[in-house]
């Protein structure tokens, strides 16, 4: 079994900052790409930043220069960085990971952690 558990998420003042962790366990062989995705209420979850096992990252256009994604490969840790936050970024955010187990490539998401961006 292999879990993805978030933490960090908030109520939070625009302008501000989080940090959102997402830490995968279990009987895990390797984690290839990591990533963070988040869904508003009514849209489609979104890629909002992904990472590869070597350190390649990607963003969506509307989080470039704001949010930063990194990842601690010794703790199974993928983080994002949230800076300069805007209303229009609440959302639940979902961590992502493509991991190698016993049975092969499989594609986990973690619960959701819930931004809030108001005043």
């Known amino acids: 079994q292999v879990q993805l558990v978030e933490s960090g998420g908030g109520l939070v003042q625009p302008g501000g900052s989080l940090r959102l962790s997402c830490a995968a366990s279990?009987?895990?062989?390797?984690?290839?790409?990591m990533g963070w995705y988040r869904q508003a209420p009514g849209k489609q979850r979104e890629l909002v930043a992904g990472?590869?096992?070597?350190?390649?990252?990607n963003y969506a256009d509307s989080v470039k220069g704001r949010f930063t994604i990194s990842r601690d490969n010794a703790k199974n840790t993928v983080y994002l960085q949230m800076n300069s936050l805007k209303p229009e970024d609440t959302a639940v955010y979902y961590c992502?990971?493509?991991?190698?187990?016993?049975?092969?490539?499989?594609?986990?998401w973690g619960q959701g952690t819930q931004v809030t961006v108001s005043s």
């Open positions: 990472i590869t096992s070597g350190g390649s990252t």
């Open positions: 279990g009987s895990i062989f390797s984690i290839y790409a």
């Open positions: 992502n990971a493509h991991i190698k187990v016993v049975a092969g490539l499989n594609i986990y």
